[in-house]
């Protein structure tokens, strides 16, 4: 029997994308839909210069194991977890749109290895959440095919994917 | 640790405890609840699994919808905890977990769990099985 193959960076980003297409539907009323890289460098090109990023990372471990990343835009997060929680973005602070984020990075990673690897089972870590400066964002975009750019409400979010091979080397 | 009443006076509900270490998922679950156009009672709320027990012990409680990856006590050992006590055998437990794998899927079977919830869900999903454990009582 041959061990569980850690996702390529296509395949995974791909099934990526669709997690969070998915998680934008169900619950945060949004949608959401991948984009190539040349209409993603120009949503981040429009967003403001100065503009706060969040980036919730959720590691997971199991038959192989990796790092799944979300990053967005602050006031784009503010939105969808007033979208999520039901209430206006405003009447949110810092500390809940970080645990939104973080969230919502959870339920993109859950669902993307519930649905490419029901049968194993991986445990995923807390949600580390944290800014990222506006000029680390279109580097994120360079890394090696294994960023994602999704535009949701015409704003762009970038998933990111490292997965590690197992030692068995498949 | 809070309990929120959400029947006014004369209305009878069920007891809810939501177990998330996500406050903004608690706040989501809690919203969806009672949007469902069910009856319900008090919601609890706790961020981990021994936060739970300690709400179990004090309060009486009718339904319990958990996470299952939470630090400090998982969902699971909440699961198996209940279970080995004989006054919270009647409690309906509701796992709501964004691992939909067949082996946690065959776990929560083992543990008494009557729906699973995977997340993400509709507003309607949570409505739905709300309508269904409170017909069934």
């Not at chain 1, 194991?65 to 929680?85: I, K």
């Not at chain 2, 509900?13 to 406050?23: Q, Y």
């Not at chain 2, 936060?51 to 919808?65: G, N, W």
């Not at chain 2, 543990?111 to 509709?122: G, H, Q, W």
Request: charged share 20%; aromatic share 4%; hydrophobic share 45%.
């Amino acid at each position: 029997m041959s061990s569980p193959r850690s996702p390529q960076p296509a395949d995974g980003l791909a099934a990526l994308g669709d997690a969070v297409r998915q998680v934008a539907e169900a619950s945060l009323f949004a949608c959401a839909e991948p984009c190539d890289a040349s209409r993603t460098a120009g949503l981040l090109q429009a967003r403001p210069p100065a503009e706060a990023w969040l980036t919730a990372a959720v590691a997971f471990t199991g038959p192989f194991e990796g790092v799944v990343r979300v990053t967005l835009p602050g006031p784009l997060a503010g939105d969808l977890a007033g979208a999520f929680c039901g209430t206006q973005p405003d009447a949110l602070d810092a500390s809940q749109v970080a645990d939104f984020a973080g969230e919502l990075a959870n339920m993109v990673c859950g669902r993307w290895l519930t649905q490419t690897h029901r049968r194993e089972r991986f445990e995923l870590a807390a949600p580390v959440v944290g800014g990222t400066a506006p000029a680390d964002i279109a580097a994120l975009t360079g890394r090696d095919g294994g960023t994602l750019g999704i535009v949701v409400n015409d704003a762009p979010v970038l998933v990111g994917l490292t997965a590690a091979h197992p030692m068995t080397g498949a | 640790m809070t309990g929120e009443p959400m029947a006014g006076p004369g209305q009878a509900g069920p007891n809810i405890l939501i177990v998330d270490d996500s406050a903004i998922m608690r706040t989501m679950i809690k919203r969806v609840a009672a949007l469902a156009g069910t009856p319900l009672g008090t919601i609890f709320e706790a961020a981990n699994g021994r936060e739970a027990l300690a709400i179990l012990e004090q309060h009486p409680v009718q339904f319990v919808f958990t996470d299952l990856a939470m630090p400090v006590m998982t969902g699971t050992e909440l699961l198996r905890e209940m279970q080995a006590r004989d006054q919270w055998r009647g409690i309906v437990r509701v796992v709501i977990t964004t691992d939909g794998s067949d082996s946690r899927r065959h776990e929560a079977d083992g543990l008494s769990v009557s729906v699973y919830v995977e997340k993400p869900f509709r507003p309607e999903e949570m409505r739905d099985v709300l309508t269904s454990l409170t017909t069934a009582r």
